[in-house]
């Protein structure tokens, strides 16, 4: 007889609407993510396009019907290790890291106050620091503190000596949980593609050359730098500011293909920009505009900005002046049929998505990937499927569609697999 319970890998949008979508059917879910806490990449934006609003209000009507619903029991720092059996008789394996902290945590925050220890805020991609005891982000849920023991001193435990509720135990290890599923929906999305693979454009080696990603940061209030946008180097302002379309996108070097979204996240970047800076100029170098369909409104306004300069041409190279930090780009201009060098102060690459699924695949035995790494298995077919980015690159709304279809083709294996 076939399980009907569904195991979901993966805590971002799609992880969260197929698990919601299938439990306010009647079906008990099971969602494991790696981070420690849900919402994956959309609690990293700051506005959603075409709108322009913030993801914290969707993302917390999509945590209230988690914690109104029983039928979800979800685990974060988790992984799967191991899946084996057959549509609607899954037995899976899971991982589930220390937080080495209790759950009867307060967050207060007295063991930050007290850590002499800091790392890289992976949160925020690397642009500021936390200490090695954190708060993944303001509205992390679950709002749970959690520690990074590679980051403590050895020896060290003033965290402990600090929490008035004992809830700290830095000698907590692993543990694994066994579950058994009917079908699984892997919606473990993207990771931006590496632009430091993209020597020319020298991201990691020019200081003033950051990613679509970075800038996002920079633009959110609560982010490292409080909503403004300014250039590492020196934490100014930037007047001028060039993106590079396609760094690593339509290239048989890097990415083949086209991530659907980048050019629509740069148009709404720009409006990030010159709401900060009126007087900034901004320079776009593109292969061509991708803003289909209904998103072709917020292209057009876009474009109208006198401020705002499209550049049809492909950046061969950025180079960096050693005494400001400012950048100068070549490219050619392929409409007005000439060379353009373009110096600015800070240079965004747009770069696409990466499947999680290249680091993470889908178990090969079970299911299918193509050669980017998306999963193309049918779940009502094999048990076993994709949902939203893991499955193709799309945008927040068309993985919130994805996923409720996956939902319900989960929901077909669970109940005709088995048998």
Not at 64 to 78: D, E, G, Q, S, V
Not at 201 to 222: C, S
Request: aromatic residues 8%.
């Amino acid at each position: 007889m076939a399980n009907k319970s569904i195991l979901v890998v993966g805590g971002g949008i799609s992880g969260l609407t197929t698990a919601l979508e299938a439990a306010e059917v009647g079906y008990e879910v099971y969602l494991v993510e790696k981070n420690p806490y849900l919402g994956g990449r959309v609690a990293q934006l700051h506005q959603y396009f075409p709108k322009l609003c913030p993801p914290n209000c969707g993302l917390e009507i999509n945590f209230r019907r988690l914690r109104k619903n029983p039928r979800i029991k979800f685990f974060t720092c988790a992984e799967v290790e191991k899946i084996s059996g057959r549509k609607g008789d899954f037995d899976v394996t899971v991982k589930l890291s220390p937080r080495y902290i209790k759950p009867e945590c307060t967050a207060c925050g007295d063991c930050v106050a007290v850590c002499p220890a800091e790392r890289p805020n992976d949160f925020n991609y690397g642009l500021d620091t936390t200490k090695a005891i954190y708060l993944p982000h303001p509205f992390a849920f679950p709002l749970k503190y959690l520690i990074d023991r590679q980051a403590c001193p050895d020896g060290c435990a003033k965290c402990v000596e600090a929490c008035k509720y004992n809830v700290i135990d830095l000698t907590m290890a692993p543990e694994t949980v066994n579950l058994k599923v009917g079908a699984v929906v892997y919606a473990t999305g993207w990771k931006p593609y590496d632009a430091a693979k993209i020597s020319y454009y020298g991201f990691g080696r020019l200081k003033n050359v950051i990613t679509n990603v970075m800038l996002e940061r920079l633009a959110v209030p609560n982010g490292p730098t409080e909503g403004r946008i300014v250039r590492p180097s020196d934490g100014k302002q930037p007047e001028t500011i060039a993106f590079v379309q396609c760094a690593g996108s339509r290239d048989e070097n890097h990415q083949a293909y086209c991530s659907q979204i980048c050019c629509l996240a740069t148009l709404k970047q720009i409006t990030y920009i010159r709401e900060k800076n009126p007087d900034a100029k901004i320079y776009v170098f593109y292969i061509d505009i991708r803003a289909l369909g209904k998103y072709e409104d917020f292209y057009t306004k876009v474009a109208k900005d006198e401020n705002v300069v499209f550049i049809k041409g492909k950046v061969g190279e950025i180079t960096a002046d050693p005494a400001t930090g400012d950048l100068t780009l070549e490219t050619e201009d392929q409409e007005a049929g000439k060379t353009v060098t373009q110096k600015v102060n800070l240079v965004v690459l747009a770069t696409g998505m990466a499947p999680s699924t290249l680091e993470a695949p889908v178990p090969s035995e079970l299911a299918a990937a193509d050669a980017g790494g998306f999963v193309v298995s049918d779940i009502a077919e094999t048990g076993i499927g994709g949902a939203g980015c893991a499955r193709k690159p799309m945008e927040v709304s068309a993985s919130v569609r994805d996923a409720t279809a996956a939902a319900l083709k989960a929901i077909q294996a669970t109940v005709g697999g088995g048998k």
